[in-house]
T-cell receptor, first 111, second 114 residues
Framework: GEDVEQSLFLSVREGDSSVINCTYT??????LYWYKQEPGAGLQLLTY?????DMKQDQRLTVLLNKKDKHLSLRIADTQTGDSAIYFC???????????FGDGTTLTVKP | EAEVAQSPRYKITEKSQAVAFWCDPI?????LYWYRQILGQGPELLVQ????????DSQLPKDRFSAERLKGVDSTLKIQPAELGDSAMYLC????????????FGQGTRLTVV
């Protein structure tokens, strides 16, 4: 079945850039997502990218997609302490397909 | 601001007991999802509804789990009997339609089975 892999932890200093990486196995993935989860809360969709795109930028967030290598990354510029959370990568195939989530990357931002 | 409502926020139950969770999606959202999130893992889809119909329940343990959305609005997820391994966060999400349209998540129900 589909599989999504992420590194478990990332620690950065406030003001630095953070890069969270994700790999997936489903070559038919149509949509790829990044979600943020703060302690005790549900998931918040940060951004998404269609599989026919290479890059998407939204304010401090930049998503890069290498479809050939099935690699997705999320770059957060000027990382703030409020960005500390768990970040989940997810992929979906087609309009009716379910989303498959990675196990999340815990981002810790040190002052 | 519209949000997905879930209750209860926390539930402690003894194994072999029955437990139920409730979700009220954002008004007008046709698609409703129930996910299970085990601590340290990503969410796993249990069941997806389109209006009142089940679209995908392939990962729902049907011997003990059931889900319904009778009027195509709010939904109930039931576990009977609960087992220790069912301890997890149960997340409900809704979207206007399936596919790319953004899924909004509720705050979840944290279930602890003792």
């Amino acid at each position: 079945g589909e599989d999504v892999e992420q590194s478990l932890f990332l620690s950065v200093r406030e003001g630095d850039s953070s890069v969270i990486n994700c790999t997936y196995t489903d070559s038919s993935s149509t949509y790829l997502y990044w979600y943020k989860q703060e302690p005790g809360a549900g998931l918040q969709l940060l951004t998404y990218i269609f599989s026919n795109m290479d890059m998407k930028q939204d304010q401090r967030l930049t998503v890069l997609l290498n479809k050939k290598d099935k690699h997705l990354s999320l770059r957060i510029a000027d990382t703030q302490t409020g960005d500390s959370a768990i970040y989940f990568c997810a992929e979906r195939s087609g309009n009716a397909g379910k989303s498959t989530f990675g196990d999340g990357t815990t981002l810790t931002v040190k002052p | 601001e519209a949000e997905v409502a879930q209750s209860p926020r926390y539930k402690i139950t003894e194994k072999s007991q029955a437990v139920a969770f409730w979700c009220d999606p954002i008004s007008g959202h046709a698609t409703l999802y129930w996910y299970r999130q085990i601590l340290g893992q990503g969410p796993e889809l249990l069941v997806q509804f389109q209006d009142e119909s089940v679209v995908d329940d392939s990962q729902l343990p049907k011997d003990r789990f059931s889900a319904e959305r009778l009027k195509g609005v709010d939904s109930t997820l039931k576990i009977q009997p609960a087992e220790l391994g069912d301890s997890a966060m149960y997340l409900c999400a809704s979207s206007l339609e399936g596919g790319i349209t953004e899924a909004f998540f509720g705050q979840g129900t944290r279930l602890t089975v003792v």
